[in-house]
């Protein structure tokens, strides 16, 4: 059963870090490109940070140089350390691959919100 689990979401101050994880399930993690997506309220989903089977990496320009994607094949799990968060980066944050992206799943996500 394939299954995207995000969690690490959280109340932090702007300035502060958080490290969210998506461990999935079901697929073959290894092969796969695994993206970072958010979508604050009203707003439609956003692509975060992308990171390929064999570790590049791709970050949209509002992140870039605070957020790092990283992931551990062995554990099927991947990653998004932030730091430096904004309040415009308060949203919910979910995982996917580009397949299960469109077959329109989605995991839960996590929230995180950032107060000024």
């Known amino acids: 059963q394939v299954q995207l689990v995000e969690s690490g979401g959280g109340l932090v101050q702007a300035g502060g870090s958080l490290r969210l994880s998506c461990a999935a399930s079901?697929?073959?993690?290894?092969?796969?490109?695994m993206f970072w997506y958010r979508q604050a309220p009203g707003l439609q989903r956003e692509l975060v940070a992308t990171?390929?089977?064999?570790?590049?990496?791709n970050y949209a320009d509002s992140v870039k140089g605070r957020f790092t994607i990283s992931r551990i094949n062995l554990k099927n799990t991947v990653y998004l350390q932030m730091n430096s968060l904004k309040p415009e980066d308060t949203a919910v944050y979910y995982c996917?691959?580009?397949?299960?992206?469109?077959?329109?799943?989605w995991g839960k996500g996590t929230l995180v919100t950032v107060s000024s």
């Open positions: 990171i390929t089977s064999g570790g590049s990496t």
């Open positions: 079901g697929i073959i993690f290894r092969i796969n490109t």
């Open positions: 996917n691959t580009d397949s299960l992206r469109d077959m329109d799943y």
